[in-house]
């Protein structure tokens, strides 16, 4: 699956799954350039080109042919150099450039570390960890599943849509001029590229079950995605994104950040309503979103320091308590906790990119 289209005339804007942009915004369909319409330029398409090479030589006739020696674009950044489809995979290397992802010895416990550097030597600082829920837990969340499942023949239009495209939902959720903002576009496409990497690398270490792999009654609505359960991607695509627009949009009117907040939730929710995960892995997947939002706030200037998340931090109390809180972060949450500071990151390529969006903004 390629999860870093970017934009491009080629490839449309973002991902073709998951919860990135591959319809509705951009040059394929809705907003933006259709697939009816001419290519944005004459190489983009077979024919065109061969008009193209047929006119060249009309074109260049008597022009000199003697050209100039090319000179090295040092420090130029990436937006005056390089397409956006190549520039994603820059934004992301530079983003897990500090991070690493790993299992404690009983792989019970998967935990996001940041590099840091102090007076001494660098050290691997806990960022954001998770501690797997113990079996009966999850046992005893297959009620709280079963409760929703009324809702499927309502929603099964909304979870089938939300699939395939879901950030389309958030962007109508935030009533923003889309078509005016692509560098706003590209840094929420960073930031998920970002989520999706963290949240496979946990995922695959925790390697919790789906619901229906506990109680097969729940059949789920959708085909299940091939891989582990906990934490929530939607939940967690969907937090990154409401953290980011939010942050954004903080002198705006507070109807439409409750609107975005809300559809964030919604998003997260409906997958466990199609019974492809619990409610506990929705708290878990917000609360990796809402760390990588201020991950990469702090890394553009934003925030002076980055808050430790911890994800099963005490003692696991009843299963039903294991839900996302309507309001406030998911830290507060019985089943999570805030444990200290670390630096904010230096994130260079990030911060250039966000000096633009604030002029979409301004």
Same mark, same amino acid.
């Given at each position: 699956?390629?999860?870093?289209?970017?934009?491009?005339?080629?490839?449309?804007?973002?991902? !073709?799954?998951?919860?990135?942009?591959?319809?509705?915004?951009?040059?394929?369909?809705?907003?933006?350039? !259709?697939?009816?319409?001419?290519?944005?330029?004459?190489?983009?398409?077979?024919?065109?080109?061969?008009?193209?090479?047929?006119?060249?030589?009309?074109? /260049?006739?008597?022009?000199?042919?003697?050209?100039?020696?090319?000179?090295?674009?040092?420090?130029?950044?990436?937006?005056?150099?390089?397409?956006?489809?190549?520039?994603?995979?820059?934004?992301?290397?530079?983003?897990?450039?500090?991070?690493?992802? !790993?299992?404690?010895?009983?792989?019970?416990?998967?935990?996001?570390?940041?590099?840091? !550097?102090?007076?001494?030597?660098?050290?691997?600082?806990?960022?954001?960890?998770?501690?797997?829920?113990?079996?009966?837990?999850?046992?005893?969340?297959?009620?709280?599943?079963?409760?929703?499942?009324?809702?499927?023949?309502?929603?099964?239009?909304?979870?089938?849509?939300?699939?395939?495209?879901?950030?389309?939902?958030?962007?109508?959720?935030?009533?923003?001029?889309?078509?005016?903002?692509?560098? /706003?576009?590209?840094?929420?496409?960073?930031?998920?590229?970002?989520?999706?990497?963290?949240?496979?690398?946990?995922?695959?270490?925790?390697?919790?079950?789906?619901?229906?792999?506990?109680?097969?009654?729940?059949?789920?609505?959708?085909?299940?995605?091939?891989?582990?359960?906990?934490?929530?991607?939607?939940?967690?695509?969907?937090?990154?994104?409401?953290?980011?627009?939010?942050?954004?949009?903080?002198?705006?009117?507070?109807?439409?950040?409750?609107?975005?907040?809300?559809?964030?939730?919604?998003?997260?929710?409906?997958?466990?309503?199609?019974?492809?995960?619990?409610?506990?892995?929705?708290?878990?997947?917000?609360?990796?979103?809402?760390?990588?939002?201020?991950?990469?706030?702090?890394?553009?200037?934003?925030?002076?320091?980055?808050?430790?998340?911890?994800?099963?931090?005490?003692?696991?109390?009843?299963?039903?308590?294991?839900?996302?809180?309507?309001?406030?972060?998911?830290?507060?949450?019985?089943?999570?906790?805030?444990?200290?500071?670390?630096?904010?990151?230096?994130?260079?390529?990030?911060?250039?990119?966000?000096?633009?969006?604030?002029?979409?903004?301004?």
């Amino acid at each position: 699956m390629n999860l870093l289209n970017g934009i491009d005339p080629q490839s449309g804007i973002g991902r !073709t799954a998951g919860i990135g942009r591959t319809a509705g915004i951009g040059r394929t369909a809705g907003i933006g350039r !259709t697939g009816d319409l001419p290519p944005l330029t004459a190489g983009g398409d077979p024919e065109f080109s061969a008009c193209l090479v047929a006119a060249r030589g009309a074109l /260049t006739l008597n022009l000199p042919t003697d050209g100039q020696a090319p000179r090295a674009d040092v420090g130029a950044t990436p937006w005056s150099t390089t397409g956006e489809a190549h520039r994603a995979p820059m934004l992301l290397a530079e983003s897990l450039s500090g991070l690493r992802v !790993t299992p404690d010895a009983k792989a019970e416990t998967s935990t996001v570390a940041l590099w840091t !550097t102090g007076r001494g030597a660098g050290a691997w600082k806990d960022f954001v960890s998770f501690r797997r829920p113990p079996a009966a837990y999850f046992a005893g969340q297959v009620a709280r599943v079963d409760e929703l499942v009324p809702l499927r023949e309502t929603r099964v239009l909304e979870v089938h849509a939300q699939s395939g495209s879901a950030l389309a939902f958030l962007l109508s959720a935030a009533q923003l001029p889309v078509q005016r903002m692509p560098r /706003t576009l590209e840094f929420l496409d960073a930031a998920l590229a970002l989520q999706m990497a963290l949240q496979m690398r946990v995922k695959h270490q925790l390697g919790c079950a789906r619901p229906h792999e506990v109680a097969p009654h729940l059949l789920p609505m959708i085909d299940p995605p091939a891989h582990r359960s906990l934490p929530s991607g939607h939940a967690g695509e969907s937090a990154v994104v409401a953290a980011v627009l939010s942050h954004l949009m903080a002198e705006g009117p507070p109807s439409r950040l409750a609107m975005l907040r809300r559809m964030a939730l919604r998003i997260a929710e409906n997958r466990v309503v199609a019974g492809v995960h619990f409610p506990v892995d929705s708290l878990a997947g917000r609360l990796l979103g809402e760390a990588v939002a201020d991950y990469l706030l702090a890394g553009v200037g934003e925030r002076p320091a980055l808050a430790v998340r911890r994800f099963g931090a005490g003692e696991w109390g009843v299963p039903e308590a294991g839900l996302p809180l309507q309001e406030g972060g998911a830290h507060l949450s019985p089943e999570c906790a805030l444990d200290g500071e670390l630096p904010a990151p230096e994130l260079p390529d990030h911060r250039v990119l966000w000096e633009l969006v604030k002029k979409e903004w301004a």
